[in-house]
């Protein structure tokens, strides 16, 4: 595993080897979700219980490995400006500073200048996403009611 640094990224492409012990830490664990303890290298006395929250993106980044997946670990600030907002949820800026205006999403003033936090900008793609995918799901019905196919 060799990782290619770029700013607040990392982009890691694995190894078949890799790829093999991921895949025996998956099929150990199945479907559990186990508590993590780390311990120090010849230090047996020394060990560390990785917290819940910590654990499941450890297991969720074995799954990918397991899969042979390329990972690319990235980071985002607690705050983001509106232009970084708008990239994030795939629409126009001024379709963003409307959501604002309808204070649809959260947002605050630093100056004059609008800022919301990244985390109620996940938590709004999610809704949209779980909006879209009920809208479908009720569309698939309706085709199946009325017996439309391609």
């Not at 899969?67 to 795939?90: D, F």
Request: charged share 25%.
């Amino acid at each position: 595993m060799d990782p290619q640094l770029r700013g607040d990224r990392a982009t890691v492409s694995v190894t078949a080897r890799e790829v093999e012990q991921a895949g025996n830490i998956r099929e150990f664990l199945g479907d559990e979700r186990p508590t993590l303890s780390i311990q120090a290298a010849g230090s047996p006395e020394t060990s560390l219980t990785v917290p819940a929250e910590l654990t499941s993106v450890i297991l969720q980044l074995v799954d990918l490995v397991g899969r042979g997946c390329t990972v690319t670990v990235g980071s985002i600030p607690a705050e983001v400006t509106t232009t970084v907002a708008a990239q994030m949820l795939n629409i126009s800026r001024p379709t963003l500073m409307k959501l604002v205006r309808e204070q649809r999403i959260p947002s605050h003033k630093v100056g004059a200048h609008t800022r919301l936090s990244s985390r109620d900008v996940i938590d709004y793609r999610r809704a949209q996403l779980a909006r879209q995918s009920k809208a479908f799901d009720e569309l698939r019905a309706l085709e199946e009611q009325w017996d439309i196919t391609d």
